[in-house]
């Protein structure tokens, strides 16, 4: 099976500019999860999906970040306008059910290289 | 926030066994206990998870000590290949998981 794609793999923007990432989740993955890692920093929880419904930002930055997934097929992270602590690898994953027990394990693409500047 | 707690790193041979140790001394009942690695400039990638038997399967096992408190993530067999930040991260059903610094292993030629 295809996995976790992202797109595009890097992205070097200006500061006040705007990026959006893209996710193609594993296909019948109805989670799909948004991660992160800023520079020295470990990988942070951003948000979760189910299908096309938010089911936890709780670790959305603030409201300069934008998550959607129409159609609860591929999905989209915004930033808008980017500042310069924004700068990090994000990564998305997708799951058949909910981890955390079961056989359904996370994942992860290869990530999005975003560099502010 | 994470639960568990690993050495920052560790080296190994290679074609030799590696055991990486995690504690989780405040794990409950409906913990597994998951294990996850990356790979330079890869996203991260399951390993095993397990609750209270060990577990096998073709990348590794899982030592699971009797009272939970603690589990070893072994390689048979370390290969260069095997070189990454290994996490292993407590989580209950619905829960996200939540990284840790995690072991980064070296593998020696």
């Known amino acids: 099976e295809a996995g976790v794609t992202q797109f595009p793999s890097h992205s070097v923007i200006e500061k006040g500019q705007t990026v959006t990432l893209r996710c193609d989740p594993i296909?019948?993955?109805?989670?799909l999860y948004w991660y992160r890692r800023v520079m020295g920093k470990e990988i942070k929880f951003l948000l979760h999906f189910v299908k096309e419904s938010k089911q936890d930002e709780s670790g959305m930055p603030n409201n300069r970040f934008l998550a959607e997934r129409t159609g609860g097929t591929y999905s989209t992270l915004k930033v808008q306008p980017a500042e310069l602590e924004d700068s990090g690898v994000y990564f998305c994953?997708?799951?058949?059910?909910?981890?955390?027990?079961?056989?359904?394990?996370?994942?992860f693409g290869n990530g999005t290289r975003l560099t502010v500047t | 926030d994470a639960k568990t707690t690993q050495p920052n790193s560790m080296e190994s041979n290679e074609e030799e066994p590696v055991h990486l140790p995690c504690n989780h001394s405040t794990i409950s009942g409906t913990d597994y206990i998951h294990w996850y690695r990356q790979l330079p400039s890869q996203g991260p990638e399951y390993v095993i998870h397990?609750?209270?038997s060990n577990v096998n399967n073709r990348m590794a096992s899982l030592a699971i000590a009797e009272d939970r408190k603690s589990s070893t993530l072994i390689l048979h067999r370390a290969t260069l290949r095997d070189a990454a930040v290994y996490y292993c991260?407590?989580?209950?059903?619905?829960?996200?998981?939540?990284f840790g610094p995690g072991t980064r292993l070296s593998v020696l030629p």
């Open positions: 994953a997708s799951s058949q059910e909910r981890p955390g027990g079961g056989n359904s394990p996370l994942h």
């Open positions: 991260i407590l989580l209950y059903y619905g829960q996200n998981f939540v």
């Open positions: 296909s019948g993955h109805d989670n």
């Open positions: 397990g609750l209270t």
